[in-house]
């Protein structure tokens, strides 16, 4: 059995003015560093053996937050890289909107069927992701392990986990620095928690 906990990256500008962010290497702003700070103090008491990370930077910056409050290296791991948005990477929604409405329209609608121009699809995502994890619990077997990732592969994996599709990503939320747990035990899943921000509950607005 190896148990993770996933956790969304804290805040950046383009959460906070909302954008398509993908394979950007943003860092956190000043709410997003305190979120990551609070969910550190949130897993202290966690018997963590390893941290693994998106190498992007709001993610590598997250869970170097975690790493230095418990003691742990961090692993970036391809895995849990974000999807690529190709051409609408840094659009706001109402500029993707505007370019092409009806792709648009789909992601809202009917996400598993979405490729991105120049970029990925969600099942391109899940492949990348789940393997990831397989590859994780295969190492860290009788372990509790950290995963630092993005919106989309959080929603995506946690679709995997409970045993939904594609279709159903936007019926998975993952709010910025939201924690979830799951195990894999012989290979079959089993979710705890999901979308969990009660460590965030006393953080002033930013």
Same mark, same amino acid.
């Given at each position: 059995?190896? =148990?993770?906990? #996933?956790?969304?990256? %804290?805040?950046?500008?383009?959460?906070?003015?909302? =954008?398509?962010? %993908? =394979?950007?290497?943003?860092? #956190?702003?000043?709410?997003?560093?305190?979120?990551?700070?609070?969910?550190?103090?949130?897993?202290?008491?966690?018997?963590?053996?390893?941290?693994?990370?998106?190498?992007?930077?709001?993610?590598?910056?997250?869970?170097?937050? #975690?790493?230095?409050?418990?003691?742990?290296?961090? @692993?970036?791991?391809?895995?849990?890289?974000?999807?690529?948005? %190709?051409?609408?990477? %840094?659009?706001?929604?109402?500029?993707?909107?505007?370019?092409?409405? @009806?792709?648009?329209?789909?992601?809202?609608? +009917?996400?598993?069927?979405?490729?991105?121009?120049?970029?990925?699809?969600?099942?391109?995502?899940?492949?990348?992701?789940? *393997?990831?994890?397989?590859?994780?619990?295969?190492?860290?077997?009788? @372990?509790?392990?950290?995963?630092?990732?993005?919106?989309?592969?959080?929603?995506?994996?946690?679709?995997?986990?409970?045993?939904?599709?594609? *279709?159903?990503?936007?019926?998975?939320?993952?709010?910025?620095?939201?924690?979830?747990?799951?195990?894999?035990?012989?290979?079959?899943?089993?979710?705890?928690?999901?979308?969990?921000?009660? +460590? #965030?509950?006393?953080?002033?607005?930013?």
């Amino acid at each position: 059995m190896t =148990r993770f906990i #996933l956790v969304r990256h %804290g805040q950046t500008e383009w959460n906070r003015v909302e =954008r398509f962010r %993908g =394979r950007a290497d943003l860092s #956190l702003d000043e709410t997003g560093r305190r979120q990551a700070e609070a969910a550190a103090l949130r897993l202290k008491g966690e018997q963590i053996a390893a941290i693994y990370s998106s190498p992007l930077k709001r993610t590598i910056e997250t869970a170097g937050i #975690l790493a230095g409050q418990l003691k742990l290296p961090v @692993q970036p791991l391809e895995g849990l890289l974000d999807i690529d948005f %190709g051409s609408w990477q %840094g659009l706001s929604p109402e500029e993707a909107a505007k370019q092409d409405s @009806q792709l648009y329209q789909k992601w809202l609608e +009917h996400p598993h069927e979405v490729r991105f121009p120049q970029g990925e699809t969600l099942d391109i995502v899940r492949r990348r992701v789940v *393997s990831g994890v397989e590859d994780v619990a295969s190492k860290q077997k009788d @372990q509790t392990v950290v995963l630092v990732s993005h919106k989309v592969v959080c929603q995506v994996l946690m679709c995997a986990m409970i045993g939904l599709d594609n *279709s159903h990503f936007w019926q998975v939320r993952q709010d910025v620095n939201a924690i979830n747990i799951f195990e894999m035990r012989d290979g079959a899943p089993l979710v705890m928690l999901v979308n969990d921000t009660c +460590h #965030l509950k006393n953080l002033a607005a930013g």
